[in-house]
């Protein structure tokens, strides 16, 4: 943790002495602030102060109001999107940073977020791309894809004001095998909440899940790259936790085989946020965790080569495990084409094999 993480986590957690400390620097608070995205919390957090503070107010305020500007658009664009998937009769889930900014956060541009995550079953996926397309959203080839190399399609589009609208369609929740069902959508749907500002189709999982949700994308999405935002989320939503929330979320994750990532991100909430852990809620969390698959993702960034070795030691016949491998070495030619930046298809036999030779060397070097 550098120091102005800490100070910013100080702050966050509403320990104010910081203020008094020498030796911090503006420039480099905000840089952290941006980088762990909580720039408008730190504000918030700061009210309206006097003194050595005051710089740093003046300067987030810029960000606050671009914060704030922005979220005006990304709402009205969500409304217009939920409402069209829900008039093609698909199911579909506001996830992630999304569902929190509208849900437990006071204000949504309180929650940063650079694109719209929504999940859906596998099999609405043609019908929920129909509906973005009508929307204005075209396909990204920004990302590789496939049945099993990646759960996720990315649509973009511009809109009238130039802001740029990102949504990722999930249809399960990451990548990685050993955690890529652990909350299928069907199970999330189940236990489903409104989301009223977002329209009246708008739904989100429930806070129990979002939690296990962000635990799960924290470490195995996002290796090696901890935000404070990400540990602020799980504040918000434990806040509110009486007994018996606390007692589901600990058998979710028991039974789901992902007691150790939830026990992580909680720990660290409460460590660096002051958030509540209840001491019978990390011994039975931590008594789970050495026994789960998942406990990779616990022991520092995973190689991408040791995932690939657990996909195709999670997935259960050689069909599916020579499938997985032709999908890593042979993308979509739209994705190689953008990865290269050529518009030509003659050259796609030379940059297929270049891809296969230079991934090979990344993919087995320690």
């Known amino acids: 943790m550098t120091p102005e993480a800490a100070i910013l986590g100080r702050a966050l957690s509403g320990d104010r002495s910081w203020e008094s400390t020498a030796g911090w620097d503006v420039a480099a608070l905000i840089a952290a602030a941006d980088e762990h995205g909580v720039s408008a919390l730190m504000w918030q957090a700061l009210g309206e102060p006097g003194g050595t503070v005051?710089?740093?107010?003046?300067?987030?305020?810029?960000?606050?109001?671009?914060?704030?500007?922005?979220?005006?658009?990304?709402?009205?664009?969500?409304?217009?999107?939920?409402?069209?998937?829900?008039?093609?009769?698909?199911r579909a889930l506001v996830i992630k940073g999304s569902a929190l900014a509208y849900t437990v956060y006071p204000s949504p541009w309180l929650r940063p977020r650079t694109d719209t995550d929504l999940l859906v079953s596998f099999g609405d996926v043609p019908a929920a791309t129909q509906a973005l397309e009508s929307c204005g959203y075209a396909r990204s080839d920004a990302l590789t894809s496939g049945t099993l190399v990646s759960h996720q399609i990315a649509f973009e589009r511009v809109d009238a004001h130039d802001v740029h609208h990102v949504v990722d369609l999930h249809w399960k929740i990451v990548n990685p095998q050993i955690l890529a069902d652990s909350l299928p959508f069907e199970d999330l749907w189940q236990t489903a909440q409104p989301a009223p500002s977002l329209g009246p189709a708008a739904r989100v999982p429930s806070a129990v899940k979002s939690i296990a949700l962000g635990c799960i994308h924290r470490l195995a999405h996002h290796q090696g790259h901890d935000r404070l935002v990400w540990l602020f989320d799980l504040r918000l939503l434990t806040d509110p936790f009486c007994d018996a929330d606390w007692e589901a979320l600990t058998q979710l994750a028991c039974q789901g085989g992902i007691a150790g990532l939830c026990l992580d991100g909680l720990r660290q909430s409460r460590d660096r946020l002051g958030s509540r852990l209840p001491e019978v809620v990390e011994a039975t969390l931590a008594m789970s965790a050495p026994d789960e698959p998942s406990r990779v993702y616990l022991q520092g960034i995973v190689h991408k080569r040791d995932v690939l070795v657990s996909d195709l030691n999670a997935l259960g016949d050689w069909?599916?495990?020579?499938?997985?491998?032709?999908?890593?070495?042979f993308p979509p030619a739209a994705f190689i084409r953008q990865r290269y930046g050529v518009d030509n298809p003659w050259p796609l036999p030379a940059l297929y094999l270049h891809r296969v030779v230079s991934g090979a060397f990344r993919w087995v070097r320690p």
């Open 319 to 329: 069909r599916s495990r020579l499938r997985l491998l032709r999908e890593h070495a």
């Open 54 to 90: 005051r710089p740093l107010y003046d300067a987030l305020t810029p960000r606050v109001r671009a914060a704030v500007t922005r979220d005006l658009f990304i709402k009205r664009d969500m409304q217009v999107v939920l409402e069209a998937l829900a008039t093609a009769g698909v």
